[in-house]
């Protein structure tokens, strides 16, 4: 019944496990009640199927799902495997995770397993194998969701079970260990291996230097490791799911190729949504970032680019707050709904709050849930059960497409490149969060464009521009995917540092930059960081004046390009900072410094794709604007993140969906109110 394009469906998370029986069946009556139609459940509950090594024991979930099924709740079933019991991790210590100094991580919390273990994966495999066979069955159950955030609390693994994998993982990429030595530039500083006993995962070395291509690969080899283990359940809950009933896991979390993984394992992808986070005491104080809670439309702006209509597998119902760190206040009136409304806006078409109720035990007792430890009536659920009631109107936008003109690439070899390098990971860190904020205040609806190794050129055609910023690591695939793009009418913004890297994260020795030397028609004779004592540096573009950040290269057009902009300060004055190329139909511009939100304003601008919507709605800078479309029926969505109420102008009629009118002219928006319009 999920995602299957009809509606929009609200769940909760459910633990049977952490309360008496006796409050089952009004729970499950009074979630109907509030219409919550799913629950998702036993994702830490290994023991209750399997008390001891291989004694299985269903009664406890059947109990439940008796009731589930007499009270008409579907149930979303997950496996286990987050959270190994103790009698496990004690007989087989290799089951665990270790730290870079091989430390063990032990029983207690959560999380502290590895993918590699034969016996973890054996017992992993037989636990799936177990509880799927006897509860897939259940007309209550609806889908799976696989383990619990791959990849969460650490995406670090260093088991002796690792350490042996990633030795497998480089013979079967290498075969030779020259070809090895040769992708690691082992050369350098002696490292060169003669044995395969020599080679493991990353250990502590001096400096914290150890070498990048290795790094680079041990990130491949997390996300390989962490695919496999969910191939390994998916292949087997394959086997046993009723037809129509879903695979699922939900994330995002690092060094994981989620895309890759959803596309080999799973159905589709489910996020958990937490902007209150942007709220909480650690980060609060030391961010300062214009965008708090609106910034988790970044994230859900990732889970897009891997399954365009999503679900929320757990949506922020209460106060963060573990009994050991991060502490964040109550949702105010109308953030529950605020927040919602972002996840369905970016594509959600199921929202599942976390948790039903606070739970009275154990490291969440402050994470709150919808209701407080005590079920008493409260703010939060009932404003859980007025969207509810929003929802019943909002049907019809079920499976409908988030709307976006503007792309924004990215992959993996560079985003891991990003986080090991210094210079590559401190531009990349400036301009998407410029790049963000720009769409955000200029109400440009962007989606991010993940290229993969069969990413065609007709899905990038759907584009009018896509901006690739700092792709340090290119190769001949991606350079020729991108001319298709541009070459067919497309409108690419390159640059700076694109190109420098090979697929071993080495510097390549052609001029930069390098692959895209052609497309671009640009060659980079000069580079540097900004020098600190340099002061505000300018670009001249035609007349308009944008800010560089960062990093200065210094560009020469080549015959049949054209400078079209140049810096204006330091020794660099009147060296090019953008090049303009005209390329079959389209246009690639090489630009030649980190983004700022003024510069990313000016290309949107200059580039014609600023605020699409302008005609349509005049939205204040304190509000999100997102369109979903389906059958040619456009939903607009406004949401207001401040305490304050603003005011937005229709400038076409549409119908409240909220309340069935028809409305245009102004449109009030509450503290944190929202509006879905649907366009007439
Ligand atoms: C999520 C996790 C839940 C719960 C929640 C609140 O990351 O999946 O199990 O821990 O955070 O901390």
Known sequence: MILKGDRLILGACYYPEHWPESMWREDLRRMLDTGIEVIRIAEFAWNKIEPREGVFDYSFFDRFLDMAEEEGMKVIFCTPTATPPAWLTEKYPEALNADIDGTLFYHGARRHYNYNSPIYRELSARITEKSASHYAPRPCVIGWQIDNEVNCETDFFYSESDHNAFRVFLQEKYGTLDELNRAWGTAFWNQTYTDWQEVHAPRKT??????????????????????????????????????????????????????????????????????????????????????????????????????????????????????????????????????????????????????????????????????????????????????????????????????????????????????????????????????????????????????????????????????????????????????????????????????????????????????????????????TPIAPDTGAVFINWDGDRLPASEYVEELEAAPGARTAGVYEQDYYQGSGALIENRFGKGTAYYYGSAYTVDAVKTFLKKLGVASPWAGVVQAPQECELAVREKDGRQYLFLLNYSPKAVGAQLLRPGKNLYTGETVSGSLELGPYGTAVIELT
């Open 206 to 527: 001096y400096t914290n230097s150890t070498n990048p291509h290795e790094v680079l690969d041990y990130y491949r080899f997390i996300s390989h490791s962490a695919r496999s283990f969910v191939k390994l359940q998916s292949d087997i809950i394959a086997k046993y799911k009723k037809p129509g009933d879903f695979i699922t896991t939900n994330g995002l979390f690092g060094h994981l190729d989620n895309h890759r993984m959803t596309a080999e394992s799973l159905d589709f992808m489910t996020y958990d949504s937490y902007p209150n986070f942007a709220y909480s005491q650690e980060l609060y104080a030391g961010d300062s970032d214009v965008m708090k809670d609106r910034k988790w439309s970044r994230n859900l702006s990732e889970v897009r680019s891997i399954s365009p209509v999503f679900g929320i597998m757990e949506q922020q119902s209460g106060a963060n707050g573990w009994n050991s760190r991060m502490e964040a206040p109550s949702p105010r009136p109308g953030q529950i709904t605020l927040w919602t409304m972002q996840s369905i806006a970016h594509g959600a078409d199921y929202v599942s709050y976390f948790r039903w109720r606070t739970c009275t035990m154990g490291t969440e007792i402050y994470w709150h849930g919808i209701l407080d430890y005590s079920s008493r009536e409260n703010r939060r659920l009932r404003e859980v059960r007025d969207i509810h009631r929003k929802l019943q109107a909002l049907g019809g936008l079920a499976g409908s497409r988030y709307q976006a003109r503007v792309g924004m690439i990215r992959d993996y070899d560079n985003i891991w490149d990003a986080q090991l390098d210094i210079w590559h990971g401190r531009l990349e860190r400036q301009s998407q969060k410029a790049f963000f904020e720009a769409a955000q205040l200029t109400h440009t609806p962007f989606d991010y464009v993940y290229l993969r190794e069969d990413t065609t050129p007709e899905e990038l055609a759907g584009y009018t521009v896509l901006f690739y910023p700092h792709a340090a690591i290119l190769t001949e695939k991606q350079a020729k995917l991108l001319e298709r793009y541009v070459e067919n009418g497309g409108i690419l913004v390159a640059g700076c540092r694109n190109g420098y890297k090979n697929i071993d994260g080495q510097c390549v020795r052609d001029e930069l930059p390098g692959l895209l030397s052609g497309l671009t028609g640009t060659a980079v004779a000069e580079y």
